[in-house]
């Protein structure tokens, strides 16, 4: 089974930018949707963005023009980079894989996605 490991995440401040890194063991076989994730303190993870195997981003709305999600399909990674950090993005963030399936409308459905990384914590301070 596919093991993802997220790397990137730091402390930095607000107005600064980050790019998050979720890299996968092995292949995943296509057709998959890999999504990100977020989780501050005392609230529910939240989906941020996802991308599928055949290149298609979905982002949730409250993160558009802000976050951008791709891959290296050579280097079994996938990034997650984060533009102009607020207070409000500080978090643990995850990378998660559902196998078998293209990104659809669930894209921000935790219980969507299967293999779950540890995760990368972000601090943002103003």
């Known amino acids: 089974q596919v093991q993802l490991m997220e790397s990137g995440g730091g402390s930095v401040q607000a107005g600064g930018s980050l790019r998050l890194s979720c890299a996968a063991s092995e292949y995943i076989d296509t057709p998959y949707c890999v999504g990100w994730f977020r989780q501050a303190p005392g609230k529910e993870r939240e989906g941020v963005g996802a991308i599928d195997s055949d290149g298609h981003t979905l982002y949730a709305d409250s993160v558009k023009g802000r976050f951008t999600v791709s891959e290296d399909s050579a280097q079994n990674t996938l990034y997650l980079q984060i533009l102009n950090l607020r207070p409000e993005d500080t978090a643990m963030y995850y990378c998660?894989?559902?196998?078998?399936?293209?990104?659809?409308?669930?894209?921000?459905?935790?219980?969507?996605?299967?293999?779950w990384g540890q995760g990368t914590q972000v601090t943002v301070s103003s």
């Open positions: 998660a894989v559902q196998e078998g399936s293209l990104c659809g409308g669930w894209f921000a459905v935790v219980q969507a996605f299967d293999i």
